[in-house]
């Protein structure tokens, strides 16, 4: 299998491979331990990647969004943040406007983006 079909049906919203559209912008936050940082996600994101030095919890919502580190208890009821999320992708087809991202750890965020517009 080449490469381009797999990543068409790795991905079969997009028609073509996952980066057959150029990188949009790279932003860079810089986390204090501890502290969340809200980061509004551009209107026209498409793909989304985040990359950090140590590791980063990340919580998508409104701009009222504060991500917390979680203790040692189970959160089970959807609420949780994600930890190190990685790719993400259809971001234009949620309700998402912004990002929270914390980290026990003080550390550099670096936010990849995508868009076809």
């Known amino acids: 299998m080449t490469m381009q079909k ?3 049906a790795a991905d079969p919203i997009y028609k073509n491979p996952i980066f057959a559209f150029p990188l949009t912008d790279t ?4 986390l204090t331990a501890n ?5 509004a996600i551009p209107s026209n994101t498409e793909i989304f990647l985040a990359n950090a030095t ?3 919890y990340v919580l ?3 701009s009222a969004v504060i991500a917390e580190i ?3 208890y189970d959160i089970l009821d959807g609420s949780a943040p994600m930890l190190n999320p990685g790719v993400i992708c259809n971001i234009t087809f949620s309700n998402y406007t912004h990002i929270s991202f914390v980290s026990p750890y003080s550390c550099t965020v670096t936010i990849q ?3 076809r517009r």
């Open 113 to 115: 983006r995508w868009s």
């Open 70 to 72: 979680p203790d040692e």
């Open 6 to 8: 797999f990543l068409q």
């Open 60 to 62: 998508f919502g409104s």
């Open 35 to 39: 502290v969340p940082k809200l980061y």
């Open 54 to 56: 140590r590791d980063i």
């Open 27 to 30: 932003d860079k936050l810089s």
